[in-house]
C-alpha cells in the first residue's frame, strides 16, 4: 500500500480534484467506503497538469498486462513530461531503502535513489514499465522497501522524494508520526490509515 498511501497524501495536501475513475467488469467487484460514502478502487485526481492516478486494490495478475496496455494507451494521449510510478517492496535488510527503476538510462543516473542491482518485480509494475519504454516514454519507479502491513513510514520516504523532485513543500511528518505510533501496536492489529494521517 505504499504507493497509495503516499498517493493519497499527496492528494490530500496539495488539493488535488478527483476528474474521474476507471470502472470495468474484468475489475474485483468493490467499492472502497469512507466517511459512508462510496468511491471507485481506482480514481483519477488532477491539480494544474499534474495528474495522478491512484488505485485501492491490486490488479489481477490475469488482467495486468491488458490494464498496463490501455493505461499506458491514455497516459501517452496526455502527452506527458514523466511518468512517476509509487510501490512498495519487501524489506530486506534492517534498513529500509528507495530504489530507483527505470527505463531510461538518464534517470538511474540522476534520480538520487539507490539502485536496484538484480531483482524483479510484480504485479502490474513490469508490463505498465514495458509498456511505457516501448512507447518511448520518459520516466521510473520508485520502489520504497515496507514491511508487510500499511507501512506509512515507507510511504513518507516517498512523499519525500515527490517532494524534492517536484520541488514542491509536502510536510511528510504526519506520515512518519503515523508509522512511529503503528510500531508501538500490536502486531496484527487492525489499523486504518485515514483519518489518522490526513487529520
Given at each position: 500500500m505504499v504507493g497509495s498511501i503516499a498517493s493519497e497524501y499527496i492528494i490530500h495536501k496539495l488539493g488535488f480534484e478527483e476528474v474521474?475513475?476507471?470502472r470495468s467488469e474484468k475489475l474485483p467487484a468493490l467499492a472502497i467506503i469512507r466517511k459512508s460514502r462510496p468511491e471507485a478502487p481506482i480514481r483519477i485526481y488532477k491539480k494544474g497538469t499534474t495528474l495522478i492516478l491512484v488505485s485501492d486494490i491490486m490488479i489481477p495478475?490475469?488482467?495486468s498486462h491488458e490494464f498496463a496496455s490501455e493505461i499506458a494507451g491514455w497516459i501517452e494521449a496526455k502527452?506527458?513530461?514523466e511518468v512517476v510510478?509509487?510501490?512498495g517492496s519487501q524489506k530486506k535488510g534492517s534498513e529500509k531503502k528507495s530504489y530507483v527503476v527505470s527505463w531510461k538510462s538518464k534517470y538511474i543516473d540522476d534520480i538520487k535513489l539507490d539502485q536496484m542491482k538484480l531483482g524483479f518485480v510484480a504485479g502490474i509494475y513490469g508490463p505498465l514499465m514495458m509498456e511505457l519504454m516501448e512507447k518511448g516514454l520518459?520516466?521510473?519507479l520508485v520502489l520504497a522497501e515496507a514491511d508487510p502491513t500499511p507501512d506509512t513510514g515507507a510511504a513518507a520516504s516517498v512523499v519525500k522524494h515527490i517532494s524534492s523532485r517536484l520541488k514542491i513543500k509536502i510536510d511528510a511528518t504526519p506520515l512518519e508520526n503515523a508509522a512511529k505510533d503503528a510500531d508501538k501496536k500490536v502486531?496484527?492489529?487492525t489499523w486504518d490509515p485515514y483519518p489518522s494521517i490526513y487529520g
Open positions: 474521474g475513475h476507471i495478475d490475469n488482467l502527452k506527458p513530461r510510478i509509487l510501490g520518459d520516466g521510473y502486531k496484527g492489529s
